[in-house]
C-alpha cells in the first residue's frame, strides 16, 4: 500500500466517524504511518528509517498524517473536554486581564507594556518622565506597539525584541508571523507614528549607534538558522555587511553596554567566546577584539570610566569578575574584583555609574550582590523561601542608583521591587495579583536531596497543598530539562494551583547538564557524560517513591525541547517507572538529526552533544537516542506535543517518533500526538490560546491520574 493509500485511508476513517457523530475513544483507529525503506551506513552500521519520509513538510501525505493523529488525538481526549474547559476558566479567572508591568525609565522615557481583557497580546507604551524624572501615570501614553492590530489575520504572531534609538525617536523592532522563530526587523518613527521602509528578515539582535541614524543587525542563515552575519545599516541606505563568522560553531549577537559607549559584538560557542567592541560614536571604524578567541575561555564584557569588566573563566571554572583598562585589556593589567570560588557560579555582572550588581548561583539558588564604588562595600541581597527565583528584572540607565529586580517562589507570585543599591532599602513596587484570592499559606514548598547513583547529590524541591498525605498515593508531577547549562528554576505558576488544589503534588529536579550547581554540573551532564542527566532524573524519581511522596502508578514526569529528550530516554531505560508522560517539542530523533549538517542549529550543537561523525561520540550517542532505541516492551501512556512550524526541533521528530513507538510497543497503554498546525517551538503566541493548549495538557494528566473534575 502506497503512503498516499493510508493517508486516505487513515483521514477518510476519521471523517467517517465525525460525520456519523461517533468519533469516540472506543471506536477510534490510531494512525499507521506507512513505512518507506530507507537506508544509511554510519560508520559501518546500516541504518535504516522506514519514517523518513515525514520529514518532507511539503508533501500533502504527511500533512494527511498529521491531520489524521490530530482527529485520534481528538477522539481519544473528547472524555476530558468538560474537565479542559473547566480548568481552562480556572486559570484564565486567576489572570489579572487588564494589566500593567511596572514601568521601566530609559533617558526620558517610562517604558512599560499592558494587556486589555479579550484580547491576546500586550500593548508596548511609554510615557514622557515628568519634570523629577518620576513616573506621572496623568501624563499622556504612547502606545508604540499595538500587537493585537499587528496580529490580526495572523494565526501566529510574536515580538521578539524592541530597541530605542539613544535620542528615543526610532523604535527597531522584530516580528514573527509563522513560529519559525525568524524574526523581521522593523524601524518605526516614534515622531511619526511611520514605519519606515527599511526592514530585514532574518535578524536576531540589534543595537542602535549613538548617531540615531546607525543600526547594527545580525542576520541569521536562512538554511542553517545560525546567526552569523553583522550589517550596518544607515536608515533610508542599503546594509553594509561587516562581518561573517566563519566558524560553524560559532553565532554572534550584537548589543550596547549600559552607558552605550560602545556597540558589543559577540562570537560565542559551548565552550569558547570572543568579544569586540566599536565606540558607538563612531560607527564607520572597525571593531576590535577585547581578548581574542582562546579554546575554552568565555569572558563577557561591561564598560565604566574608561575600564572594562571582565566576566571570565579564565583559571576559574566558575568564573571571577576583573577590570582591566580599555586600551589595555589583557591578562597582565587585570585587577581581581569578584574571586573564584568552586561553590558559587557567577551569572553575569551589571555595571552601573556608583555601583555594580553581580548575580551568582550557589546550591541551586541564585543570590543578588551589590558593590558600592565609593564605600567599596558589598551587600547581599537575601529571601527567606527554603527555594526561590531571584534575578535582574531590567535596569537599563547607567545613571540608577536602584536596582530592579524579580523575586518569586513557588508559593510566592512573580514580585518587582526595587534595591537601594548604597542602602540596601527594598521597595516593593508589584506583586502578581491571583484574581479570585490566593493564601500561600494552603500550600508549603520543601527543599529536598537524592543521592545519585554515582554518589552525587542531586537538589530537588517539591510544592504541594498542605494536608497531602505523604504515604505514597498522592499523585506526583516531576518536571525536568538538563541540557545547555540551563538551570531548573523554582518558579510560581498560578495554572498550578489548579493541581496543588486537586492534590497534586509538583517537583523539579536539577538534574545534570544545567548549570544548577555550576559549571561542573553542566560539564557532567553534556557530550560523553550525558548519561547522568537521565540517570540523575530516574534516581531523583526513585527517590521520591522511596521516601513516600509518590509511587510509579502516581507518577507523571514533564520535559519539552531538549527536556523532551529526558523524557524519551528515561521511558526507554525505566519504563516501568512512570505511569505516563507528557513529552513537549521532543528532540528525539537525535542521530538523524546531528547526522544532518543543514538542519538548523546541528553544527553548532556539536559541542553540547558530540560530533557523530566521530566514532566514539557516535557510539554513545546512538546508545541513548530515544528514537534509535525503542523496544519491543510495555511503555507508559504517552502525550506528545508539537508544532508543524517549530524551527529548534522539526515537527518530524516526534512524528516519526510516535509512529514507531506505536508500532513496536507491546501495551494497549494511550500513544497520542497533538500538533499545533499554526505555532512553532513556543506553542501558541495568544495568551489565551496558550492557556487553552496548557488546559488540555493539565486535563490529560489528571485524567491519568483518575482526577475527572
Known sequence: MSIKQVSMLVSGLFMSLASTGIALAADAVPPVAAKVKWQETRHGEVVTDDYRWLQKKENPDVIAHLNAENSYTEAMTAGIKPLSEKLYAEIK????????????????????????????????????????????????????????????????????????????????????????????????????????????????????????????????????????????????????????????????????????????????????????????????????????????????????????????????????????????????????????????LVSGAELFKDFMAVTEKSQALNRIRIYDFASKQWKTVKFDDPVYLAMGAGTPEFSATRYRMSYQSPVTPPTVLDVDMATGQRFVLKQQEVVGGYDANRYESRRLWATARDGVKVPLWVVYKKGVKLDGSAPLLLYSYGSYGISTEATFASNRISLLERGVIYAQAHIRGGRDMGERWHEDGMLMHKKNTFYDFIDSAEYLVKQKWTSPDRLIIQGGSAGGLLMGAVVNMRPDLFHAVHAAVPFVDVMNTMMDASLPLTTGEYLEWGNPNEKPAYDYMRSYSPYDNIAHKAYPSMLVTTGLNDSQVMYWEPTKYVAKLRDYKTDKNPLLLKINMAAGHGGASGRYDAIREGAFNMAWMLDQWGIKE
Open 93 to 344: 479567572g486567576r489572570m489579572k486581564e487588564v494589566d500593567l508591568s511596572v514601568p521601566v525609565r530609559r533617558a526620558n522615557f517610562y517604558y512599560y507594556s499592558r494587556t486589555e481583557a479579550g484580547k491576546q497580546y500586550p500593548l508596548f507604551c511609554r510615557r514622557h518622565a515628568d519634570d523629577k524624572l518620576a513616573y506621572d501615570e496623568k501624563l499622556p501614553e504612547e502606545i508604540l506597539l499595538n500587537q493585537n492590530e499587528m496580529a490580526q489575520g495572523q494565526k501566529f504572531f510574536s515580538v521578539g525584541s524592541t530597541i530605542i534609538s539613544p535620542d528615543e525617536q526610532l523604535l527597531a523592532y522584530t516580528t514573527d508571523t509563522v513560529g519559525y522563530r525568524q524574526y523581521e526587523l522593523h524601524i518605526k518613527n516614534l515622531k511619526t507614528g511611520q514605519l519606515l521602509p527599511d526592514t530585514v528578515p532574518r535578524v536576531t539582535s540589534a543595537a542602535w549607534a549613538a548617531d540615531n541614524k546607525t543600526l547594527f543587525f545580525v542576520q541569521e542563515d536562512a538554511t542553517t538558522k545560525r546567526s552569523d552575519r553583522l550589517f550596518r545599516m544607515e536608515i533610508g541606505k542599503a546594509p553594509v555587511e561587516v562581518m561573517n563568522e566563519a566558524v560553524e560553531q560559532f553565532d554572534i549577537s550584537v548589543s550596547s553596554t549600559r552607558d552605550r559607549q560602545f556597540i558589543v559584538l559577540s562570537s560565542h560557542a559551548t565552550d569558547t567566546s570572543e568579544v569586540m567592541l566599536l565606540s558607538a560614536a563612531t560607527p564607520t571604524a572597525q571593531f576590535k577584539s577585547v581578548l581574542g578567541r582562546e579554546k575554552g575561555h568565555r569572558y563577557s564584557v561591561e564598560h565604566r570610566n574608561g575600564e572594562l569588566y571582565i566576566t571570565t573563566n579564565k583559571d576559574a571554572k566558575n568564573f571571577r569578575v576583573v577590570r582591566a583598562p580599555v586600551a589595555t585589556p589583557d591578562q597582565q593589567h587585570w585587577q581581581e574584583i569578584v574571586k573564584h570560588d568552586p561553590e558559587v
